[in-house]
Protein backbone atom coordinates (compact mmCIF):
# COMPACT_ATOMS: atom_id res chain seq x y z
CA UNK A 1 0.00 0.00 0.00
CA UNK A 2 0.84 3.49 -0.55
CA UNK A 3 0.40 6.28 2.21
CA UNK A 4 0.77 10.28 0.97
CA UNK A 5 1.69 13.62 2.73
CA UNK A 6 1.33 16.73 1.71
CA UNK A 7 2.79 19.77 2.46
CA UNK A 8 3.45 23.23 1.38
CA UNK A 9 0.46 25.02 1.75
CA UNK A 10 -0.30 28.36 3.31
CA UNK A 11 -1.71 31.60 3.30
CA UNK A 12 -0.40 34.07 0.23
CA UNK A 13 -1.70 37.49 -1.40
CA UNK A 14 -2.63 37.51 -4.57
CA UNK A 15 -0.09 37.37 -7.83
CA UNK A 16 2.38 35.81 -5.44
CA UNK A 17 3.35 31.71 -5.40
CA UNK A 18 3.67 28.41 -3.50
CA UNK A 19 5.14 25.01 -4.22
CA UNK A 20 3.16 21.86 -3.06
CA UNK A 21 4.94 18.56 -2.25
CA UNK A 22 3.23 15.46 -2.10
CA UNK A 23 5.66 12.54 -0.33
CA UNK A 24 4.91 8.67 -0.71
CA UNK A 25 5.58 5.71 0.71
CA UNK A 26 5.59 2.08 -0.67
CA UNK A 27 7.71 0.62 -3.50
CA UNK A 28 5.20 2.10 -6.75
CA UNK A 29 5.93 5.61 -6.68
CA UNK A 30 7.95 5.23 -10.04
CA UNK A 31 5.35 3.11 -12.23
CA UNK A 32 2.60 5.57 -10.87
CA UNK A 33 0.88 8.47 -12.47
CA UNK A 34 0.36 11.13 -10.14
CA UNK A 35 -2.60 13.74 -9.62
CA UNK A 36 -3.18 17.14 -7.40
CA UNK A 37 -6.87 17.78 -7.26
CA UNK A 38 -8.11 20.82 -4.94
CA UNK A 39 -11.34 21.43 -3.46
CA UNK A 40 -13.18 24.78 -2.62
CA UNK A 41 -15.78 25.10 -0.03
CA UNK A 42 -19.05 24.50 -1.51
CA UNK A 43 -17.83 22.80 -4.68
CA UNK A 44 -16.92 19.74 -6.07
CA UNK A 45 -13.20 18.04 -6.00
CA UNK A 46 -11.30 18.87 -9.07
CA UNK A 47 -8.27 17.56 -11.58
CA UNK A 48 -5.92 20.21 -11.51
CA UNK A 49 -2.90 18.57 -12.48
CA UNK A 50 -1.30 15.08 -13.65
CA UNK A 51 1.63 14.06 -14.90
CA UNK A 52 2.66 9.73 -15.72
CA UNK A 53 4.99 7.99 -14.74
CA UNK A 54 7.03 8.95 -17.91
CA UNK A 55 6.91 13.00 -16.96
CA UNK A 56 4.01 13.64 -19.23
CA UNK A 57 1.31 16.49 -17.63
CA UNK A 58 -1.52 17.79 -18.61
CA UNK A 59 -3.38 20.54 -16.30
CA UNK A 60 -6.79 22.29 -15.96
CA UNK A 61 -7.93 24.68 -18.39
CA UNK A 62 -8.26 27.17 -15.40
CA UNK A 63 -4.37 26.32 -14.18
CA UNK A 64 -2.63 26.32 -17.22
CA UNK A 65 0.47 28.28 -17.51
CA UNK A 66 0.46 29.22 -14.23
CA UNK A 67 0.62 25.89 -12.73
CA UNK A 68 3.64 23.36 -12.87
CA UNK A 69 3.82 19.58 -11.87
CA UNK A 70 6.45 17.46 -11.53
CA UNK A 71 8.20 14.37 -10.09
CA UNK A 72 10.87 13.35 -8.35
CA UNK A 73 10.91 9.58 -8.44
CA UNK A 74 14.58 8.88 -6.49
CA UNK A 75 12.73 11.11 -3.61
CA UNK A 76 9.16 9.53 -4.42
CA UNK A 77 7.84 12.87 -3.94
CA UNK A 78 5.31 15.06 -6.46
CA UNK A 79 5.38 19.02 -6.69
CA UNK A 80 2.86 21.39 -7.76
CA UNK A 81 4.53 24.79 -8.35
CA UNK A 82 2.14 27.26 -8.24
CA UNK A 83 2.59 31.19 -9.96
CA UNK A 84 0.81 33.98 -10.14
CA UNK A 85 -1.82 32.53 -7.49
CA UNK A 86 -5.75 34.04 -7.78
CA UNK A 87 -8.23 34.46 -4.68
CA UNK A 88 -10.18 31.59 -7.42
CA UNK A 89 -7.04 28.83 -6.17
CA UNK A 90 -8.32 28.88 -2.60
CA UNK A 91 -8.90 25.27 -1.98
CA UNK A 92 -7.64 22.31 -0.21
CA UNK A 93 -4.97 20.47 -2.45
CA UNK A 94 -4.71 16.80 -2.34
CA UNK A 95 -2.39 14.40 -4.20
CA UNK A 96 -3.51 11.22 -5.87
CA UNK A 97 -1.49 8.16 -6.44
CA UNK A 98 -3.01 5.97 -9.55
CA UNK A 99 -1.88 2.55 -8.96
CA UNK A 100 -4.09 1.60 -5.76
CA UNK A 101 -6.36 5.01 -5.98
CA UNK A 102 -4.82 6.53 -2.73
CA UNK A 103 -5.22 10.06 -1.58
CA UNK A 104 -3.73 12.00 1.12
CA UNK A 105 -4.89 14.05 3.61
CA UNK A 106 -4.88 17.70 1.96
CA UNK A 107 -3.26 21.07 2.37
CA UNK A 108 -4.76 24.06 2.55
CA UNK A 109 -4.09 26.83 0.27
CA UNK A 110 -5.78 30.58 0.64
CA UNK A 111 -5.22 33.22 -2.18
CA UNK A 112 -6.18 36.63 0.17
CA UNK A 113 -4.69 40.23 0.57
Known amino acids: QVQLVESGGGLVQPGGSLRLSCAASGSIFSISAMEWHRQAPGKQRELVAHITSGGSTNYADSVKGRFTIFRDNAKKIVYLRMNSLKPEDTAVYYC???????WGQGTQVTVSS
Open 96 to 102: KELFYGT
